[in-house]
Each structure stands twice: as structure tokens, then as C-alpha cells.
């Protein structure tokens, strides 16, 4: 059976999913056999599994980070917010309704036995199972019924690791507060302390430390230094959304939803010197992009109507009749036909009138999409002519069936391609579909990952760089699966450099291969 080890916060975003990720790589390097588990997770960054299950992007990356392919039993429970008070709740990768927080908490005790077989089915096949937590185990109030912080770590037997963020400031208080709160079984499961995202001299914190182990009798096990890695994170904190990538020719501006769903879709273009990548969420801004892309989102209707009354709807229709690029994944490519239905009430009961760009209309139903796909592009005119038999593959989670208008087409309303991809569906191996359609400078699909291949990317630059008049002899992107696996060694450096790897062998019970 696995060996375990937990890695708790004292709040949300002290930087788990990535400590998390970072010692799984290392186990993998030390030649273990390691797994990444969270309980329940929310997030709208969610990806799809080969089985076609749904799971949180979090553990995709811990799972990538270990080597071995992502399954649902690294996260049993995913909440997808539909808006302040309520959550689709996935269980198991499948859809099992959507609950306000208050019926989510009532009814959470009932998955405890889904936690349990999901961490059953790990520690049967790993030696070592990394479990992250969630937000802080000092949230008194959710304290009962816990199934992600102590309470988790109790059923499964795990010892705990308390990372607590230096960079926000009063990292002392954080953990000595989170202490204090906790029962005394809880704390004599924290068998160590990480100070994460440390800038500065470790000599001037060196008395604090001492102090710290002093007042909890708690040892430090490490101070993580604060790092720039291409890692993938929570959705919800990201730091991406408030910085561009860099100072590239071609400015890129991806609209910040509210619930923005998928945001590493564009994680390619961060590593394009040519490309600055940035996210807009009001109309101050815009500025005058030379692409702009509707990423996916958890809430089409509301964030469309969003959208409308802000006025970057308009800023977006004028951008489009200008000649300029717009590209629009899942829910940014329905807000781009004509019309959206829910006769069922899926996110808003009713219909609302779309973008106008694209002859379509999209239908919301109950019954969730959800598979991986690959394919090339076909049909491709206009400013993206060259992406044309190029290939790509990635997965589809969505609610909705978008379908062409034959009436806009019949009466020569504008000059569209639809079939902008042929695709082979995981879920019906053997058969094609086509997905997506076109303008000359509007294009749209459900895929997600679609420039995962680097291919995809650079055609996509180098159009744009044509269009502004500039030499594309620079334009080169990564392949993010090389590229991901550097980012993994590197951060398992890290790791190695500023945490004590001997003393975490000891609190698992495990030796350490030499």
C-alpha cells in the first residue's frame, strides 16, 4: 500500500497545487511511483481524461509532473462555479447536478465513500500518493464533515506539510494562527512548515525561523523561493490574468470572463517572443489588439450579456468589421452565432441574440460533451488560410449543439465556411466529425488545446505578422509537451534546492533512493 504525504495551506493560493506537482517529480525522479490526489477541488480550469471524465486542470499538471496519465481518482469532486452561490458539482468525471454551497455542504458528507474508493484505487497502484488540500484546515466554520483538509488526512492516515505564503506578508501569523485553530490530533498531524515564495535574504529570516519552530515546536522544512515557471494553476488566482507575457510585435488581447473557463488554451503563446499576451476585462483595456480571442466559459449567456453591458461587445464588433482577427473556443465561439437557446434552463431559461458573426445558433441541452479529439483543419479561408490540413488535438467540454443557419447562407448573407476542423471523436473511435466554422478574420470551435501543437501557433503569428507588414522569419513555438517537461525538471530543482528532501522521507516512513 502507498505511503502519503499532504500538503496543506494556511490559504488559498499559498502556492499547494505546485508544491504539490514539484514533489511529484522528484519521487518520479528518485524512482517512485507517485500519484497526486485532492479530494474536492473548484476550479474552471478543468480538462478531459482519455476516458472521457472530467477532472480539474490542477491535478492534470501533478499528474504530467509525476509521468503517468491523468484519471478522475486524482479528483473525485470537481465544483465548476455557475455563479456566487452555486456550483455544477462533477463527481467522478460525470455531471452530478448543480447545488448552491449551502446543499453542497449538506450533501458533501455522502461523498465521502467516492473520496475513499478514489484514494483506495491510487494507493493499490503508487507508492506514493501527494494529497493537496484545499483553501486553509483552519476554516473553523467548515471544519465539520471535512473532507479535503484534516478531516481527509485522518481517514487516509496522511502526515501534513503546512505552506504558508511569504509573499503576501505575515507569513509568522498564517501559520502559528492556522496552529492555534486546529484540534490537538489535527496538530499532531503537521509534522512540518514550508515558507513559500520567499524574495530576499534567508539570513535576515533566519531568526524568525527559529522562532516559528520554537513557538509550534513544528520544524521548517524549507524556504521555497518565489520563481517565474510556465506551470499550470488554479483559475481563480492565477497571476496570469494581471500581467502581459512581454513587449512581443503582435499584441494579443484574450477577453477576462467572469467566468472564463480553459484560460491555458493560450499558454503557447507565452513563450513567442513575437507575441505580447494579455488579458482585457474592461473597455479601457482594449487599445487596438491585432487578435483578440472569446475564450471558454463556464456561463455563455451571462457572460455575453456581460459582455454587452460593459461595452466590450461593441469594442469586439468594431475590431471584427475592421478585418481584424477574432478567434472564439467553447463559449466564446456560441457568442459568435446568431442566437442562443436554453429552453431547459441549463444557465438562463430563454433565448438571447449572439454576436451576429457567425450563421449559427447554439442549443443548450442537459447532456454534457465531453472527449478528447484530433484531427487537422479544413476549410480554412481568409486571414488563416495556412492552418489548412494542419493537425491539432485536444478535448470538448461543453453543454451546448451549436448548427449552421441554412437560411443566412441561402440568401448569400455573408461569404462562411463551416467544417472549420475534421475531427476523429475519442468517444466513437473510428468516426469524423467536422466542427467549427469561418469568415475570412472570424473563426470558432469547441476545442480546447487547439495550439497545443506548435504548429498551430506560429501559422497563427505569422499571419498576423504578414498582416501588419513584418519579416516572419523570428516566429518559432514551443511543442508544450517538451515544453512542460522542462518546466517539471526545473521546478523539481527548485524543490530539491530549498526543501529538506531527507527530512520528507522520514515523516512519509519511506527511504530515500540513492
Known amino acids: 500500500m502507498a505511503k502519503s504525504i499532504m500538503i496543506q495551506g494556511t490559504m488559498s493560493n499559498a502556492g499547494k497545487s505546485v508544491l504539490v506537482g514539484g514533489l511529484c517529480r522528484v519521487f518520479r525522479q528518485d524512482g517512485y511511483k507517485a500519484a497526486p490526489f485532492k479530494s474536492q477541488n473548484m476550479a474552471l480550469n478543468s480538462f478531459i481524461t482519455k476516458e472521457g471524465l472530467e477532472m480539474g486542470r490542477a491535478q492534470v499538471m501533478q499528474a504530467e509532473a509525476a509521468g503517468i496519465e491523468p484519471s478522475v481518482q486524482m479528483n473525485p469532486i470537481l465544483l465548476k462555479p455557475t455563479n456566487d452561490t452555486g456550483s455544477q458539482v462533477i463527481v467522478n468525471g460525470e455531471v452530478a447536478g448543480i447545488m448552491s454551497a449551502a446543499e453542497y455542504y449538506k450533501k458533501k458528507i455522502e461523498y465521502i465513500p467516492v473520496v475513499m474508493e478514489a484514494y483506495r484505487s491510487l494507493e493499490e497502484r503508487y507508492d506514493i500518493i501527494v494529497i493537496e488540500g484545499a483553501g486553509s484546515p483552519a476554516e473553523i466554520n467548515l471544519r ?4 479535503v483538509n484534516m478531516g481527509l488526512a485522518k481517514m487516509v492516515g496522511a502526515p501534513v506539510l503546512l505552506a504558508g505564503d511569504i509573499d503576501r506578508g505575515g507569513v509568522f501569523a498564517q501559520i502559528v494562527g492556522t496552529i492555534e485553530l486546529l484540534e490537538e490530533e489535527e496538530r499532531k498531524r503537521v509534522k512540518g512548515t514550508i515558507i513559500n515564495k520567499f524574495r530576499g535574504d534567508k539570513d535576515i529570516l533566519e531568526p524568525g ?14 524556504v521555497v523561493p518565489y520563481f517565474y515557471l510556465d506551470i499550470d494553476e488554479e483559475d481563480s488566482l492565477t497571476e496570469r490574468f494581471g500581467r502581459k507575457n512581454g513587449g512581443g510585435r503582435i499584441d494579443v488581447a ?12 493560450f499558454a503557447p503563446f507565452y513563450g513567442m517572443e513575437d507575441v505580447t499576451l ?7 483595456e482594449f487599445g487596438d489588439p491585432d487578435a483578440v480571442i472569446l475564450p471558454g466559459t463556464k456561463n455563455t449567456i451571462g457572460d455575453l450579456m456581460w459582455l454587452r453591458q460593459n461595452g466590450l461587445e461593441a469594442k469586439i464588433l468594431r475590431h471584427s468589421a475592421r478585418g481584424k ?12 452565432g446568431e442566437v442562443i437557446e436554453d429552453p431547459e434552463g441549463m444557465e438562463q431559461q430563454g433565448n438571447i ?31 488563416l488560410h495556412e492552418l489548412e490540413q494542419v493537425e491539432i488535438e485536444g478535448y470538448e467540454i461543453h453543454m451546448g449543439v451549436s448548427k449552421r443557419l441554412d437560411t443566412a447562407l441561402a440568401e448569400g448573407k455573408r461569404g462562411y465556411e463551416d467544417g472549420l476542423l475534421v475531427l476523429e ?3 466513437a473511435p473510428g468516426e469524423r466529425k467536422e466542427d467549427g466554422m469561418c469568415t475570412d478574420n472570424v473563426y470558432g470551435c469547441y476545442v480546447h488545446g487547439l495550439f497545443d501543437r506548435a504548429k498551430a501557433a506560429e501559422v497563427m503569428v505569422r499571419a498576423l505578422l504578414r498582416q501588419k507588414g513584418y519579416a516572419e522569419d523570428s516566429v518559432k513555438a514551443v511543442d508544450m509537451r517538451e515544453y512542460k517537461e522542462e518546466q517539471y525538471d526545473r521546478l523539481a530543482q527548485i524543490i530539491r534546492e530549498n526543501i529538506d528532501m531527507e527530512a520528507v522521507y522520514r515523516i512519509i516512513g519511506m527511504e530515500r533512493n540513492q
Open 144 to 147: 465539520e464533515n471535512d473532507i
Open 209 to 222: 525561523l527559529k522562532m516559528l519552530s520554537e513557538r509550534t515546536g513544528i520544524p521548517v522544512c524549507g
Open 254 to 265: 484574450v477577453i477576462l470572463l467572469p467566468r472564463i473557463s480553459n484560460f491555458t488554451d
Open 278 to 284: 494579455r488579458y482585457v476585462s474592461c473597455v479601457g
Open 325 to 336: 482577427l477574432l478567434f472564439g473556443i467553447c463559449g466564446g465561439y456560441q457568442m459568435l
Open 353 to 383: 441574440r449572439g454576436m451576429g458573426l457567425l450563421p449559427m445558433k447554439t442549443v443548450f441541452v442537459p447532456e454534457k460533451t465531453r472527449t478528447r479529439v484530433r484531427g487537422h483543419f479544413q476549410r480554412v479561408r481568409g486571414l
Open 425 to 427: 471523436d475519442g468517444a
